[in-house]
């Protein structure tokens, strides 16, 4: 199985920056997409930022220029950098994978979540 874990999340004043980091860890032969989803109170999950294997990204309109998301493979690390953050951007920050663990289907892997506040 693959298992996911964030860090990074915070309180942090309106204009400010944070880091996400998630990394997988288990018996993983390979991880294809990584991604984070975030979501708001009373708001349903929603995709924030995408990256693949070979390091094409894509971005919500809402972050587009503001966040950045990596990956370093060899680590099984994915990234989000959020800068110039906003009130709105406030929300349960998810990592997610779509990974093959060895001898196993191809499936999506969730993260616990991280808070991520931002005051104004």
């Known amino acids: 199985q693959v298992q996911l874990a964030e860090s990074g999340g915070g309180l942090v004043q309106a204009g400010g920056s944070l880091r996400l980091s998630c990394v997988a860890s288990g018996s993983i032969f390979s991880i294809n997409i990584m991604d984070w989803y975030r979501q708001a109170p009373e708001k349903q999950r929603e995709l924030v930022a995408t990256i693949t294997n070979d390091g094409d990204t894509n971005y919500a309109d809402a972050v587009l220029g503001r966040f950045t998301i990596s990956r370093d493979n060899a680590k099984n690390t994915v990234y989000l950098q959020m800068n110039s953050l906003k009130p709105e951007d406030t929300a349960v920050y998810y990592c997610?994978?779509?990974?093959?663990?060895?001898?196993?289907?191809?499936?999506?892997?969730w993260g616990q979540g991280t808070q991520v506040t931002v005051s104004s």
């Open positions: 997610h994978v779509r990974a093959q663990p060895r001898f196993r289907r191809v499936g999506d892997y």
